[in-house]
């Protein structure tokens, strides 16, 4: 059995995208239980008319709501009664095996720190996420926005962490770790990815060298390690050139009969195209580094994000004990080079 926590008030489209969304992964897991976390008489409405298995779905109250406006660290210690805190609480009491988010990302950051803690050996959490390639399979990024000032060290966790989450969570055998750089040379780069670079080789099986940006979609490596400053600059530039070049075509193609012709004749492609740019395809970025796994998915989600979040990253992600795996080469990573404060 697996236990979610879903912050069923967080999100752009809260409460009801978030609870479809759920619902909906409902029927592709069997072991999946849901803990919707929110205002009861909203989620009740919610739930009237829909066809679920009640067994499977409960209420937990939550009077407050964290929103997208309030301040990071301060509402996450005086909204106690937020449909956030709640979920995170249920994890940490153990009730729960993973909480899922669509609020305020920095106060879901801070609260995976203040109620589950940092692991062992890792001194910054990391958040990471896949996205779409041209090659067929998702890269890996971390970390997009958890540590905007991360140095080598941390950067080196973040890339021994994201191995095994794509060995476990995608299936890759050897996956290919690299640091994003302005080149593929060595000496390429400011001094902390210089730095990184001597300490990745020294100490990550696997690691493939410096990538350019230019690389990562096109099969240039499986694991993508920068801080994130710059991860969170990358995730959201490529969304939003995706969104601009679909967005491109919709208004293009209606003008004229040529292109409408041509576009039926090529439709093929472009759904192709719009599967492999689609960000909602993994739904969400897991908060990599503590004790309890904590999802953040986009502010805008709708309905198929948060399924796809539960269906290929929080399910997953309990079944094969991921957390405890990453405890253990955390800790032997630092034995080998020292905890980082």
């Known amino acids: 059995m697996v236990r979610v926590a879903i912050d069923a008030m967080g999100g752009d489209y809260a409460p009801t995208e978030i609870v479809g969304g759920a619902l909906s992964a409902l029927s592709y897991l069997e072991d999946l239980h849901l803990i919707l976390v929110g205002k009861q008489n909203e989620l009740e409405k919610t739930l009237e008319k829909k066809e679920y298995p009640q067994k499977r779905v409960v209420i937990h109250n939550a009077d407050e709501v964290i929103t997208c406006d309030d301040d990071p660290g301060l509402s996450i210690r005086n909204k106690k009664e937020s449909s956030m805190v709640k979920a995170l609480q249920l994890v940490r009491s153990g009730d729960a095996d993973a909480a899922l988010s669509a609020g305020n990302t920095g106060a879901l950051m801070a609260g995976g720190l203040l109620f589950l803690g940092r692991m062992s050996g890792i001194s910054r959490p990391a958040l990471l996420t896949p996205m779409p390639s041209f090659s067929g399979k998702p890269v890996l990024f971390l970390d997009v926005g958890a540590n905007m000032d991360a140095r080598p060290e941390q950067l080196l966790q973040y890339?021994?962490?994201?191995?095994?989450?794509?060995?476990?969570?995608?299936?890759?055998?050897?996956?290919?770790?690299?640091?994003?750089?302005?080149?593929?040379e060595e000496n390429k780069g400011n001094n902390q990815i210089k730095k990184a670079y001597s300490l990745f080789n020294d100490h990550l099986k696997g690691f493939h060298g410096n990538v350019e940006g230019t690389e990562v979609f096109f099969n240039g490596a499986d694991v993508v390690i920068c801080?994130?400053?710059?991860?969170?600059?990358?995730?959201k530039t490529s969304e939003g050139l995706s969104r601009a070049i679909l967005s491109y075509f919709r208004q293009e193609i209606p003008g004229q009969i040529r292109y409408k012709l041509g576009a039926l004749l090529l439709q093929p492609v472009f759904l192709k195209l719009r599967e492999k740019v689609d960000t909602s395809g993994y739904g969400g970025a897991p908060l990599l580094g503590v004790n309890g796994l904590c999802i953040k998915c986009h502010g805008s989600s709708k309905a198929r994000s948060i399924e796809q979040a539960l269906i290929k990253q929080a399910?997953?992600?309990?079944?094969?004990?991921?957390?405890e795996q990453l405890q253990k080469a955390l800790q032997e990573l630092a034995g080998e080079i020292g905890e980082v404060q």
């Open 159 to 184: 890339a021994q962490m994201g191995r095994i989450y794509a060995q476990q969570i995608l299936g890759y055998h050897e996956p290919r770790v690299a640091l994003l750089n302005v080149g593929n």
């Open 227 to 235: 801080d994130g400053f710059v991860g969170n600059i990358f995730l």
């Open 315 to 323: 399910h997953p992600f309990v079944k094969k004990r991921v957390t």
